[in-house]
């Protein structure tokens, strides 16, 4: 059974108080928190100041995903905020196995997010040090893009690799992720699904979490 982490990105805004409480009723595991700083990805979210808001609702693992450049200079701020795994864009770290050691060195967890186009073999020197492999099966940016379907085939190979390296790595997938393919994401490897406009524009996220849970 995957792990299923919704991404607030797709809550409304003016009222996420109201979604944590969603999420916490929820069967929902961890909350998905997305952080895009318009250099790194062709958008702008929320930051710090939102993080820690929804910390003092949320009643689950905060799972935050940085698309950021220079995400180590953060490190200690996104944990003072309440982030418990924290991931930042193989794409944006120069020295990714410090930028892992200084994540784990403040008590959280690491995690790597890897582009549609970048090779699931550049983490093989680095596996033992990653908690969690965010995959992204969406070019990182916007919610409610279409899932490419490449996705199936990395999922596979890393998978494969963790078990060729013994390492204790989840793989979470992120972007696109509906009832229509969840159940091959997990078929292939993956541990964490992450939902954000499949979740959020439902008529009944609550069910519609419940729905993906029983996947
Ligand atoms: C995309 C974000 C995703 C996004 C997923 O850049 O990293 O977490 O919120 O949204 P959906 O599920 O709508 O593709
Ligand atoms: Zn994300």
């Not at 792990?3 to 929820?26: G, K, T, V, Y």
């Not at 795994?85 to 995690?111: C, D, F, N």
């Not at 696109?176 to 994401?185: E, W």
Request: glycine share 6%; hydrophobic share 45%.
């Amino acid at each position: 059974m995957a792990l299923i982490a919704p991404s607030l990105l797709a809550a409304d805004f003016a009222n996420l108080q109201e979604a944590c409480e969603m999420l916490n009723r929820s069967q929902a595991d961890w909350y998905h928190l997305d952080v895009m700083d318009g250099v790194f990805v062709p958008n702008i979210s929320f930051g710090l100041p939102v993080i820690s808001a929804i910390k003092k609702h949320a009643r689950k693992t905060l799972d935050v995903h940085l698309m950021i450049v220079q995400p180590e200079r953060y490190i200690k701020d996104f944990k003072a905020a309440g982030a418990d795994i924290l991931t930042v864009h193989y794409e944006a770290s120069t020295h990714l196995h410090r930028s892992l050691q200084a994540i784990k060195a403040e008590g959280m967890q690491a995690g790597v997010a890897l582009n549609p186009h970048t090779p699931v073999h550049l983490l093989k020197d680095v596996l033992h040090d990653i908690d969690l492999v965010c995959m992204m099966s969406v070019n990182p940016g916007f919610g409610g893009q279409k899932f490419i379907e490449n996705t199936y085939n990395k999922v596979r190979e890393l998978k494969a690799l963790i078990s060729e390296t013994g390492s204790a790595t989840r793989i979470e997938i992120d972007g696109g992720v509906t009832s229509k393919n969840a159940a091959q994401l997990i078929e292939a490897g993956a541990d964490v699904l992450v939902a954000g406009s499949f979740v959020f524009n439902a008529a009944d996220p609550e069910k519609t979490i419940s729905d993906l849970k029983a996947i």
